[in-house]
């Protein structure tokens, strides 16, 4: 996602082409892609801590 809106313009397109064929390109695209699933994981993960945070506070308070 961040390779797409970086190749707008032509030069750039070309550059990231040339990273991607470099071996250090590889590891840097599937570093983005994996960033950007972590990401997305990660959000929902404090999202569902919280729910369960909120859930054992509401529980310790009547123990």
Do not use: D
């Amino acid at each position: 996602m961040k390779i797409v809106m970086l190749g707008s313009a032509p030069a750039v397109k070309s550059h990231i082409s040339w990273l991607l064929n470099t071996e250090y390109g590889h590891k840097f695209y599937y570093i983005s892609e994996f960033e950007l699933k972590f990401s997305y994981y990660q959000s929902n993960f404090v999202t569902a801590t919280a729910y369960f945070l909120l859930l054992f506070s509401s529980i310790s308070n009547y123990l």
